[in-house]
């Protein structure tokens, strides 16, 4: 499993913060995967907890097959 599969799987569960992704995963450079993820059409927002730190929730995707060959 590459690791943007692991980012996407783990933010279908739940909301992180970049640094919890890097802790918990072992991803140095998670906004990087998350472009990737985003690339590929999937809906990843970011929004500030009660502690002013981004987390990342996971949307759904878009549908993005029409454009793709």
């Known amino acids: 499993m590459t ?3 692991r980012v ?3 933010l279908r569960n739940r909301a992180y913060t970049a ?3 890097t802790v ?3 991803i140095a450079n998670v906004r990087a995967r998350v472009s990737d993820l ?3 059409g999937y809906v ?5 907890d009660q502690f002013g730190d981004a987390r990342l929730h ?3 995707r878009t549908d993005l097959g029409l454009f793709e060959r």
């Open 3 to 5: 690791q943007t599969d």
């Open 8 to 10: 996407l799987e783990a």
């Open 19 to 21: 640094y919890e992704l």
């Open 24 to 26: 918990g995963l072992g």
């Open 38 to 40: 985003r690339k590929r």
């Open 44 to 48: 990843i927002e970011a929004r500030p």
């Open 58 to 60: 996971y949307r759904g």
